[in-house]
């Protein structure tokens, strides 16, 4: 069938819509109508870094409305809303145990350009492959996508909205409520309050925690993420960050989560930690240097890479949608909606801070 695709040709270049060709879905995958698409930082870096092969149809925040099925789904049928995640293979160690998001095809089904069989949907209008991304590439009129990467939402909500709990808003919240799993009345302090940052903090205030410590460099985040349930906020700008932070908890805080990915902010989030604290990593990084035994290992502190809040999206993105139902989950108040044919623009707001977590409307 033919779409429109929004389709990164090469490192560093805008974004264009373009035509394309859609093949049929195969037996286990899923045909939807994009209804809208969230911006995240990982589209920016698949559009930048060459993680996936070029040309590559961009978007992973994909919602939208089940136009067709192959003929072994059963999770979904025509006509349901749903909210498009990571791709997993199912069958490995890790997704048997519950743990999808450290699927030992990840790697593979969201960044190798093609889908579960290792063929390719979407191709040119001349016939040359189009990466796909993700398994859904959702800045598209339509995507197939693998069953596993599918999610069944409740139709009384907006679907305009519920795109970015597939990545951004799971990531942050999965990680409080499915890896760290505070104890009430514990502390965290979270570094970087964009879209993962903040749903990390509305996460913590689900969870009880006492002590919710915000940390940035941009005022107006710290006032949204004081009005999302951080308790106090720290402008490491104008604020030693460590020092106001051991002024808060002296005896340093049980969690802190690093959504930033600067290595001198990953180091502070570890020093920032009581004994046997535990620190949550988020951000894209590159290389930190540690002294093992000064850092981590003399006071038991764990560091650990967390991946999609190690979430089974198919059970955490309805409890989510029920915590905004409820008024606890308001992600809502992140969101800044753009036309289809604004996507760039809404890439450049993404990338200078000015808006917290886009959304591209699709459909007419």
């Known amino acids: 069938m033919k779409i429109k695709t929004a389709v990164a040709q090469s490192k560093g270049e805008d974004i264009k819509i373009q035509d394309a060709i859609l093949d049929e879905p195969k037996a286990n995958e899923v045909l939807v109508k994009i209804v809208a698409s969230g911006i995240c930082h990982t589209d920016a870096a698949g559009r930048d870094s060459g993680m996936t092969p070029y040309p590559v149809a961009l978007g992973h925040e994909g919602a939208g409305i089940v136009e067709k099925i192959g003929s072994s789904v059963t999770t979904v049928r025509p006509g349901d809303h749903v909210v498009l995640s990571f791709p997993y293979c199912g069958h490995c160690q890790n997704c048997l145990n519950g743990h999808p998001a450290n699927c030992f095809r990840s790697g593979e089904l969201c960044f190798a350009g093609h889908n579960y069989d290792r063929t390719h949907r979407i191709h040119s209008t001349d016939d040359q492959d189009i990466s796909v991304f993700f398994g859904q590439s959702s800045f598209s009129t339509y995507s197939v996508a693998d069953e596993h990467g599918v999610v069944k939402v409740d139709k009384n909500v907006d679907l305009n909205l519920l795109g970015p709990l597939g990545c951004g808003f799971q990531t942050g919240a999965g990680t409080v409520l499915n890896f760290l799993k505070p104890e009430f009345a514990s502390n965290i302090v979270i570094f970087g309050t964009g879209a993962v940052g903040l749903s990390a903090m509305m996460a913590a205030k689900i969870a009880g925690c006492d002590h919710i410590i915000a940390v940035d460099i941009h005022d107006n985040r710290l006032d949204m993420a004081k009005n999302l349930g951080a308790t106090e906020t720290i402008n490491s700008v104008t604020t030693d960050a460590v020092d106001a932070i051991k002024a808060i908890v002296p005896g ?106 886009p959304i591209i409307k699709i459909a007419e």
């Open 252 to 357: 340093g805080v049980d969690y802190s989560i690093d959504t930033t990915g600067v290595s001198s902010v990953i180091k502070q989030s570890v020093t920032v930690l009581k004994p046997s604290g535990v620190n949550a990593l988020l951000g894209i990084a590159g290389d930190v240097t540690y002294n093992i035994m000064n850092d981590i290992m003399g006071e038991s502190k764990q560091v650990v890479g967390v991946i999609e809040g190690d979430a089974i999206p198919q059970l955490f993105i309805p409890k989510l949608i029920r915590f905004y139902q409820k008024g606890e989950f308001p992600f809502d108040k992140l969101v800044r909606f753009y036309k289809y044919e604004d996507i760039n623009q809404a890439f450049a707001d993404s990338a200078d801070g000015s808006v917290i977590k």
